[in-house]
């Protein structure tokens, strides 16, 4: 007997990275001019397209945000005896990147509305030997910047660096997100908004920063003041590492992010379409939806949903995935995670961190999704959703 294959539709992902147009011709360019290793003219354009945009002091385009955050770390000599609190809703490297440089590990709780760093928990881990806070804006929303900068402008030698993942193109009132932190980190993982497979970048937003960031992401030499005829040789000047991001993949990213406006638009479309079908719903079938801001605009890079009741949502997952829907939940509460146990000093509760991992699901989000694909998604979620209320 013949197999049907069409009854069951195809799996609809969490992501599917799309072309927005020139990736592929730049990539062609930046072979053929024969500069393929860091700071190339790809990463030249990219760099100055972000650093206008985000108003920066300087952009350096690296291997990953992962890598972006431990070169702030190395920049703001953080080192055993500092502490550096993070969000406990966060990824694994928010905090890695620090405990790697020997920093005592904080965990923060979050906000139950905007899932990003809670002010009132960070105010009661800050001291005089914390040495970076690392708010994440969660979804692409930002965290509470503004009590953020009060309590650091309280701990004269604390800085915020802007774990800025998931929220490059949102904004906090006028300004941009990644522009308020001393640093703050960019992805381009193929997850991210805009991707050329695996990227980041290091946002500088102070002058007195931007000599030692290229020394540092130079491998620690004077390569950049070499290159500039600042100085006649070039040679190691201090600890760094090999940072950059090729030219190949800068050229590729160039292609991406030139197309944000149409990108964002999409995005946006897409997240309203998500809150307009399912805010209606919140009372009737137990969940919550993320909140809309009329001041601060995201940046788009999830659609989730709460779901009341701590056991409901393995129930609702596994409908969805049975049914071919890329729906992970994510971010363990990483107080709790194994690999941040050598780091504290303490116990810590979150049980925001905790109610909302056990209780989030992430719709598929990406700016190719079809309206067929939306509208199984949200028939699938809904009904899995009355099965469980
Ligand atoms: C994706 C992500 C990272 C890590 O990004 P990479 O580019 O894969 O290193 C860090 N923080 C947050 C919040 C992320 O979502």
Redesign the pocket.
Known sequence: MPLIKDTVPPPIPLNRSSLQGNELSYVQEAVSTGHSASKGPFSNRVADLLRTELEAADILLT???????ELSAMLLNVQPGFNVIVPSY?????ASAFARSGAELRFADIDPVSLCIDPDSVGALIDSSTRAIVP?H?GGMAADIDRLTQLIEVHGDSNIVE?N??GLFGSHGDSPLGSFGRFS?????E??NFSCG???ALVINEKRDVARAHTLYDKGTNRAAFLDGRVDRYTWIEQGSSFGMSDLLAAFLLGQIEQRTGVMGRRQKLFTRYHKQLSPLEAGLGIEVPPISETHRSAY?TFYVLVSGEGRRDAVLQELNESGIGAPFHYQPLHRSEGAQPWVKRKFDCPISDSVSNRIIRLPFFDALTDSEFNRVAETLTGALRHTA
Do not use: Q
């Open positions: 291997t990953s945000c992962t890598t972006a955050l966060a990824f694994v490297t928010t994440v969660y774990d993942a998931h980190t960019l992805s381009f993982h997850t991210k695996e990227g980041g890079h």
